[in-house]
């Protein structure tokens, strides 16, 4: 009996910390862009990258129209793929970004998010830009 309890105690916790790992069902229409990049950056420091990748979207989706915003919520979404080894998927993130940079003709972008999408660009293995077409297999 006090094995069934323990049981039943672990398959409950594997379910309440497994439920913790989603992203919102609703993100609040109210809410700043600022208010959104600290939801996601909080959720991601807690260790739920869906809901961190929610929050970012709906900034994309809510306040796209600021280049500013738009860059910032693009680079993190690449940076979460970086650092999940997402080669494939962060690749065309990070030249978006990049290419926001060489046709501002206003100079108006945060210069922060040029260099971080740089760095992650260099972490990218080879092998992937090569599989990815970027550049060619070196011999």
Known sequence: ?????????AIFSVFLIAGCKTAPKEIP????????????????????????MAYYEAIIIRY??????????????AHLKVKKEQWQEAIPDLQRILSYYENDMTGTLP??????????WKKIPENELVKAGVIQATE
């Open 29 to 52: 229409e109210d809410l700043s862009s600022q208010e959104l990049i600290h939801l996601a950056q909080t959720s991601y420091d807690d260790g739920n990258v869906k809901a961190a």
């Open 64 to 77: 796209g129209d600021d280049m500013s915003t738009l860059v910032e919520a693009e680079y993190e979404i």
């Open 111 to 120: 210069p922060a998010f040029k260099k971080l999408a740089q760095n992650d």
């Open 1 to 9: 009996m006090k094995y069934v309890v323990y049981f039943c105690t």
